[in-house]
Nanobody, 125 residues
Framework: QVQLVESGGGLVQAGGSLRVSCAAS????????MGWFRQAPGKEREFVGA????????YYAPSVKGRFTISRDNAKNTVYLQMNSLKPEDTAVYYC??????????????????WGQGTQVTVSS
């Protein structure tokens, strides 16, 4: 069993930056693809981006590409989402998720088996 815990969310002004983390326990994630999703009030959960098991490949949603960066430290069993040039429309609960099959290129929430509880990111205008 894998437990994922996000941290680092908070309130930031538009144009600012924030880094959220996802720490895993229960099992090493070195063979898992890791994804980030977000859900804003009244909207469906949407894909943000994902990273391959080694960290060598990433895949981003068009809405965040060039602003967000996903990285991972397998030695620490932790994945990061660095968010720059934040916009009010980035406001959402951010979730990390793990796919044991390593399908970082999927972009679909159904691909992911393990999920964290989410962390709130609020961007003020």
């Amino acid at each position: 069993q894998v437990q994922l815990v996000e941290s680092g969310g908070g309130l930031v002004q538009a144009g600012g930056s924030l880094r959220v983390s996802c720490a895993a326990s229960g099992r090493t994630l070195s063979s898992y693809a890791m994804g980030w999703f977000r859900q804003a009030p009244g909207k469906e959960r949407e894909f943000v981006g994902a990273v391959s098991s080694t960290g060598g490949s990433t895949y981003y949603a068009p809405s965040v590409k060039g602003r967000f960066t996903i990285s991972r430290d397998n030695a620490k069993n932790t994945v990061y989402l660095q968010m720059n040039s934040l916009k009010p429309e980035d406001t959402a609960v951010y979730y990390c998720a793990a796919d044991p099959a390593g399908r970082y290129f999927s972009g679909r929430s159904s691909t992911y088996y393990y999920w964290g509880q989410g962390t709130q990111v609020t961007v003020s205008s």
